[in-house]
Nanobody
Framework: QVQLVESGGGLVQPGGSLRLACAAS????????MNWYRQPQGKEREWVAG????????NYADSVKGRFTISRDNAKNTVYLQMNSLKPEDTAVYYC?????????WGQGTQVTVSS
């Protein structure tokens, strides 16, 4: 069964940190580029960060550059998103996506709320 399961979301104060994880199963994780997206309530989903299958190349949206770090562990079939210096505008449901050619797989999302 193909699955992407996000974890690590929660409530954090502005300036705080969270580490999201996305565990994959049922497909060849190491062949997939992985992305993190987020969707604030009432808004469209937006891309946050991406990493190539080997982990060599990483890219970030301008809004998170310098604060967020994407990484992966192909031995554990897991991709991570380390989020530092969080701001209220980072509040959203965060989703991981696996992408291989035309195949796109999505997790169910995890809520991140940044509030004092």
């Amino acid at each position: 069964q193909v699955q992407l399961v996000e974890s690590g979301g929660g409530l954090v104060q502005p300036g705080g940190s969270l580490r999201l994880a996305c565990a994959a199963s049922g497909f060849t994780f190491r062949s997939y580029a992985m992305n993190w997206y987020r969707q604030p309530q009432g808004k469209e989903r937006e891309w946050v960060a991406g990493i190539t299958p080997s982990g060599t190349n990483k890219n970030y949206a301008d809004s998170v550059k310098g604060r967020f770090t994407i990484s992966r562990d192909n031995a554990k079939n897991t991709v991570y998103l380390q989020m530092n210096s969080l701001k209220p505008e980072d509040t959203a449901v965060y989703y991981c996506q696996g992408l291989y050619l035309s195949i796109s797989r999505w997790g169910q999302g995890t809520q991140v709320t940044v509030s004092s």
